[in-house]
């Protein structure tokens, strides 16, 4: 397993997380605890969950897979708040008011006495940057998070943010969470290049683009899938199935599985730090793990993103731009 610095923390994570989005959920308590245990086995020191994962049951299988009284210290545990997790008005987003009571919240499900790296989930609209940054300050100095991180920043709201906490003396960001994959490519614009500027810590999630990249799905859409119900899958599925087709070719040649290159590839960015591979089944992890250390050289990786020719603001989410309208900012 291979282990990097994560961003401007001085604490080493491996370059694979794990992913537990489906505890809960498609993966029962006790298939996650087996995962879990089983990816810490395996020298995977990065665990990543959310308090809106599955309703909290995520959090409450991932802190019970921690707390047989070895295990916790030996992982760096992520999770996120900011998204609707209850009917309440303050039940989202990122005030004081919520997460005070949100990472109390976490801290009993994942049956910890801290929690190693708290991301803000999303940015929301009317957001008080100062409020939210000097609660994570404080958050901090309680000992109940260790580092701060956010999760879908655009580039500039990462800058500003690391602007107020250096002026305001609280805490930085020490990195931030991204999909970033062979189809969506937006992150190479401008927050990539700033990551790498300012050693800020990259985690990627959504690397095989919802399956699209394993290939699966291009002579059919297997039942009870994603692609069912994303319309993501059949629109990339289509747009990109020669450059699927060439991906299944190149990784055959190497003897590993597309899936596996595609890990590989987003990976392989200088700028990007550990790549969140979401676990639904034992096998999947087993399947994962026998490709951890698969590393593309530079000139396979400019090939392999060949493949796939598209606009760099292709597929870079609708979302940012609806708030690029709508942001307001106090601080």
């Excluded at 992913?19 to 086995?41: C, H, S, V, W, Y």
């Excluded at 676990?279 to 000139?299: C, G």
Aim: hydrophobic share 40%; net charge neutral.
């Amino acid at each position: 397993m291979n282990y990097v610095t994560l961003g401007s923390a001085n604490v080493r994570v491996s370059k694979f997380c794990l992913g537990t989005m489906m505890f809960g959920g498609k993966t029962n308590a006790d298939e996650g605890i087996r995962i879990t245990r089983r990816a810490i086995d395996a020298g995977i020191n990065f665990v990543d969950t959310a308090d809106v994962y599955t309703d909290g049951r995520c959090e409450t299988i991932v802190g019970d897979a921690l707390a047989d009284g070895t295990l916790r210290d030996q992982v760096v545990l992520a999770t996120k708040a900011g998204m609707k997790v209850g009917p309440g008005l303050n039940d989202i987003g990122a005030s004081r008011f919520h997460f005070v009571r949100a990472v109390e919240a976490s801290l009993k499900r994942l049956r910890t006495d801290r929690i190693d790296l708290y991301y803000i989930h999303w940015p929301v609209e009317a957001f008080n940057l100062d409020e939210t940054l000097r609660t994570l300050d404080d958050l901090v100095r309680q000992g109940k998070i260790l580092y701060a991180g956010c999760s879908n920043f655009p580039a500039w709201l990462a800058c500003r943010s690391q602007w107020i906490a250096e002026v305001k003396r609280y805490v930085p960001l020490v990195c931030g969470q991204y999909p970033y994959n062979l189809i969506e490519r937006g992150m190479e614009v401008e927050m990539l290049p700033m990551a790498a500027a300012l050693k800020f810590g990259i985690t990627i999630y959504r690397p095989l683009a919802i399956g699209v990249l394993t290939g699966k799905y291009l002579d059919a859409k297997p039942d009870q899938s994603r692609g069912e119900s994303d319309e993501r899958i059949g629109r990339w599925t289509t747009k990109y199935a020669d450059g699927l087709r060439k991906l299944a070719a190149f990784a055959k040649e190497k003897g590993v599985t597309s899936a596996d290159i595609a890990n590989a590839w987003a990976a392989s960015h200088p700028a990007v730090t550990s790549l969140i591979v979401g676990i639904s089944s034992l096998s999947q992890l087993e399947a994962n793990l026998k490709a951890a250390d698969l590393v593309l050289t530079p000139e396979e990786r400019t090939k392999v993103g060949a493949f796939f020719p598209t606009e760099v603001f292709e597929e870079a989410g609708g979302k940012f731009a609806e708030w690029r309208r709508s942001f307001q900012i106090a601080t």
